[in-house]
């Protein structure tokens, strides 16, 4: 799930994570929303909210913000609404997809809610023509230029508004910095220097991985999982083993089952307002080939 753009306003970490997990992607596999993986839904948001993925693949404030829009809503409308703060179509169509409703940048289109809170970042947001808008701190700026750090501020040129970009790290991730890797300027972990690209070690039940040139731990039992060393490469890997990440959604009843940390959630299509649960079946390969699908319908 790409979610480049919207940062920094971060809400409290969900309570009973599972369920709102597989709420969460209830929603996603049942709504117009960009997918997220699929069958694999719950697990690429707690990779998001546990992994060093940083402006590339989306901070974790943006997958809690979308689990916290999930946990208070019961709908798809309600929860579009929450996620693109209420910015509809129309107002979508007027700024030509992205544009400044205050301090604050909304993107549009197949990514309806990637909305940035620009004051919650010390900046603001910016128009520059229409269909480009910037959460920036209003210096002007050349595209093509390397990114640079200011003490612990990532700076970045938006290559669209030709306005700067300045991003407190530790504010993107709990303990990152602003540092160099492979000779450009990025967030980076605090950890030691490494060399290796995959997962080090466990330590206890924290997987070490090596994050631009330094270490990174993540807790697994985040995840209902425990840490596990097996040769050259460790992983963390769930106690429950009902089911895997890439077991298919499944109808029961008006129930949609979702594999969440290697058990079965089942979230009453009802209560997200929809009517039922209904199971797609699988298209032959030959026919141009797909899997069986399960989701909530109206």
């Not at 306003?9 to 960009?34: E, I, N, W, Y």
């Not at 069986?292 to 319908?297: F, N, T």
Request: glycine content about 10%; overall charge negative.
């Amino acid at each position: 799930m790409h979610l480049s753009g919207c940062h920094h306003d971060s809400p409290a970490p969900p309570g009973d994570t599972a369920t709102l997990l597989a709420k969460t992607c209830a929603f996603v596999v049942s709504c117009p929303l960009p997918a997220l993986g699929a069958e694999g839904c719950p697990a690429e948001i707690q990779r998001g909210i546990a992994s060093f993925d940083g402006v590339l693949e989306g901070e974790p404030a943006q997958f809690l913000r979308v689990l916290d829009c999930a946990a208070n809503t019961s709908s798809c409308t309600d929860l579009t609404a929450c996620l693109s703060r209420d910015h509809g179509a129309d107002w979508c169509q007027a700024f030509y997809g992205v544009g400044c409703d205050g301090n604050v940048r909304v993107v549009c289109g197949a990514s309806a809610y990637l909305t940035s809170d620009c004051a919650a970042a010390g900046e603001q947001c910016q128009n520059a023509g229409p269909g480009k808008a910037s959460c920036t701190n209003s210096v002007a700026c050349s595209p093509g230029g390397p990114d640079a750090c200011d003490g612990n501020r990532w700076n970045r040129c938006d290559p669209d508004t030709r306005l700067q970009s300045s991003i407190d790290c530790g504010s993107l991730r709990a303990g990152a910095v602003c540092g160099t890797f492979m000779g450009f300027s990025e967030c980076i972990p605090a950890g030691p220097a490494c060399s290796s690209f995959y997962p080090l070690r466990c330590d206890g039940n924290s997987l070490v991985s090596c994050v631009s040139g330094h270490e990174y731990a993540v807790d697994c039992t985040a995840s209902e999982a425990h840490c596990v060393d097996s040769g050259a490469s460790s992983a963390c890997v769930t106690n429950a083993t009902d089911c895997t990440e890439g077991t298919p959604y499944q109808c029961s009843g008006d129930s949609l089952e979702i594999c969440v940390n290697g058990h079965v959630e089942a979230i009453d299509c009802t209560k997200i307002g929809m009517r039922t649960c209904v199971a797609t079946p699988a298209v032959v390969a030959d026919m141009g080939g797909s899997t069986a699908r399960a989701s909530c319908v109206p």
